[in-house]
């Protein structure tokens, strides 16, 4: 791909510096609360753009430039619907409670409130899905340095086969993120991110200016593309008038209410970010400081994807998965986006439709070929690489704190002093680790499990915002009311997906599994929208019942806990642009604006 | 705790932009053909470099003792 001595001079400054960091800040982690939680030290504006990058990874900014590619600007609601209110949520009215009670983890907090076996369902459930999304950021990263031929030209002078790429890039990446985690802990991780959010910025605002220069500003963006891709509000009154493939409702209440909050407000990743916070204040402002750019974000993530589409198509310089002949990929290319090239045949492979199925996540990489010369191509490529980095050190430091806290201490070996899981941490550090390698390992043999895993994650994430939610807001919530209605609540979801299928779908892994199909959707968000819809309610009754049917918890026992008994946190001595409510006011008054301009 | 982080980051935007504003004034022009005939390495190295300055200076005010605000 052309790279020079200057775009590796950048990388390797980029690793020396992460390692540096740790290093650092090695002597300052003295106790476990200093490794799992960084000391609750932090200021808001650290905390706050670690909470945007830990979500930041690197399959984020590939995924989100493909799906706008793909679905056009209607792609930023993953954005402005899809985090914007969950984040402002979690910020005014969950953090008092996670912060407030010194819980360490979000599953000590069901501990707290609820009972034993349902912070248990949670914490395993969580544990194993970090472990799995770090494996998988570390396979992506792997196959992403394979598909631009980083690393081929050193391979080839040092004569070792190309075949090798592969493991030296998931080994490498899993002994960097291993050595900085070791050495600073949770603090490393949130420094990294936060250097991994200027790097994104800096690597991706010259891009987009490039890019958007080339196709004549935003005016001249909406001219090349159809309508619908420049106009994020157009047709969604019907699932069959816009690009996604959603009516308004599944919209605004699978996207924007059940998942959005399910993961903001409740996934320990996020919100151990806001945990470090040196103050109650700091911790609700953590999300609010985050959403600001969070709003902003689709224009250096989406864009790049809508531009890379509107270009002319051109064979230079585009990276194909499958080497398919140069003259095949330029003539069906769509602007940057190469088709899917069947290895066998060499020719681009075709839906059950007969259409074109493009391979959407190269609009970054492309972009990036396309318009970055030697330089600040280094650049461009040092802030996806750090972006994976984080995605994974994010996982893993999630991993190692419920693994420690809310497994081991709870569990395996109560009572033992600080030390004891101050060193546990850094052994589950390196398991924890160890697990992502064989779960990158097994993402490329068997990608159909690991289609199915995340599945099955998307079943156990769906209802548990409805039991946070009667658990920080209803007093009368149980832990047997809860317990039973997270397990009804992925149930349902399992049940809903086994009986829909996805418009033109093959019966299997997309749904209809269980034999009868009730409801065929217009596409597979749809169905994923509502999955979670149905998962979320079903739960939310369920606990609801049970509750009433079941032992109050005392109320004694559930101050600072559940909303009505706890005292609310005073603002009255800061200053009113430091007070969370008139932060939150700001943030829905810019993203009205967005939806307007952009509507 | 510790170190603050403007520091170190300051640090590495200070060092890519002098390396990509030396590249750019040292390069070839034919290499910026990609970039619309812009040599975006030296007008973005020295953004980035003014950006890491700017981080450094906050960092060492940041890193100065002061009294205890509680």
């Not at chain 1, 194993?128 to 998988?136: E, N, R």
């Not at chain 1, 995340?454 to 915002?465: E, G, K, S």
């Not at chain 1, 603002?571 to 604006?593: F, M, N, T």
């Not at chain 2, 990609?34 to 700017?54: K, M, P, T």
Request: with cysteine; net charge positive.
């Amino acid at each position: 791909m052309g790279l020079t001595s200057i775009d590796w001079i950048i990388m390797l400054l980029y690793f020396a510096s992460v390692l540096g960091i740790g290093a650092v800040l090695k002597r300052y982690v003295k106790s476990s609360t200093d490794f799992f939680l960084a000391g609750r030290s932090l200021p808001a504006w650290i905390c706050g753009l670690a909470f945007l990058s830990a979500n930041l990874g690197a399959q984020e900014v590939i995924g989100m430039a493909a799906s706008g590619a793909k679905y056009g600007i209607a792609t930023s609601h993953f954005y402005w619907i899809g985090a914007i209110p969950a984040m402002i949520f979690v910020g005014l009215f969950m953090m008092p409670f996670y912060y407030g009670s010194r819980a360490r983890s979000v599953p000590e907090y069901l501990r707290l409130r609820f009972d034993e076996k349902t912070r248990g369902l949670n914490a395993i459930s969580f544990a194993i899905m970090t472990v799995f999304s770090s494996g998988i950021s570390m396979y992506a990263m792997a196959r992403l340095i394979q598909v631009l031929h980083v690393l081929d030209p050193i391979f080839d002078r040092l004569h070792i086969a190309r075949s090798g790429i592969f493991h030296v890039s998931v080994i490498a990446s899993a002994v960097i993120v291993l050595v900085y985690i070791l050495l600073g802990g949770l603090t490393s991780a949130i420094y990294n991110e936060v250097l991994q959010f200027f790097l994104i910025v800096a690597g991706f605002i010259p891009l987009v200016w490039l890019g958007l220069k080339n196709v004549g500003g935003w005016h001249g963006l909406s001219e090349k593309l159809p309508a619908a891709f420049t106009h994020s509000w157009m047709g969604m009154s019907s699932a069959q008038t816009n690009p996604l493939g959603v009516d308004w409702f599944g919209l605004v209440a699978g996207l924007g209410f059940v998942l959005s909050f399910g993961y903001w407000c409740t996934d320990f990743l996020v919100v151990q970010r806001a945990m470090a916070a040196d103050s109650m204040t700091a911790a609700r402002r953590t999300p609010l400081i985050a959403a600001f750019p969070k709003m902003f974000f689709p224009f250096l993530v989406i864009l790049p994807g809508l531009i890379a589409i509107a270009l002319p198509s051109t064979a230079a310089h585009l990276a194909t998965t499958k080497t398919g002949s140069a003259a095949t990929t330029a003539q069906y290319s769509e602007g940057l986006i190469p088709p899917k090239i069947d290895p066998n045949t060499g020719r681009p492979l075709l839906d059950r439709q007969g259409k074109l199925i493009m391979d959407y996540d190269l609009a970054i990489p492309n972009m990036l070929l396309h318009y970055f010369p030697t330089g600040i191509l280094g650049l461009g490529l040092t802030a996806l690489l750090a972006s994976f980095m984080s995605g994974m050190a994010g996982n893993v430091t999630a991993f190692n704190t419920v693994w420690t806290y809310d497994i081991y201490q709870s569990y395996i070996r109560p009572h033992e002093s600080d030390e004891h899981y101050l060193w546990m941490g850094r052994v589950a550090t390196v398991f924890g680790i160890a697990l992502s390698v064989l779960a990158a390992y097994a993402a490329t043999r068997f990608n159909n499990i690991m289609d199915m895993l995340q599945l099955v994650f998307a079943f156990v994430n769906a209802p548990l915002f409805a039991t946070f939610l009667l658990g920080m807001f209803w007093k009368r919530a149980t832990g047997h009311g809860a317990f039973f209605g997270l397990l009804t609540g992925t149930v349902a979801a399992a049940f809903h997906h086994g009986l829909t299928l996805p418009i033109g779908e093959p019966v299997g892994i997309k749904g209809g599994w269980l034999g009868p199909i009730l409801h065929v959707y217009p596409s597979d968000m749809a169905q994923n929208f509502y999955t979670a819809i149905w998962a979320w309610t079903t739960c939310f009754v369920i606990t609801i019942v049970i509750s009433l049917l079941t032992q109050p918890h005392e109320e004694s026992k559930l101050v600072g806990l559940v909303y009505s008994l706890t005292e609310k946190p005073s603002e009255k001595h800061l200053r009113w642009y430091a007070r969370p409510a008139a932060l939150a006011v700001v943030i829905i008054v810019v993203l009205l604006l967005l939806n307007i301009f952009f509507g | 705790m510790g170190i603050d982080i403007r520091l170190p980051i300051g640090l590495v935007f200070s060092l890519v932009g002098i390396l990509l504003t030396a590249f750019g004034v040292a390069s070839n022009n034919a290499i910026y053909q990609r970039s619309l005939g812009i040599n975006v390495n030296l007008y973005w190295g020295l953004v980035l470099l003014a950006f890491g300055v700017l981080m450094v200076a906050l960092g060492r005010r940041g890193m100065r003792p002061r009294g205890k605000i509680e």
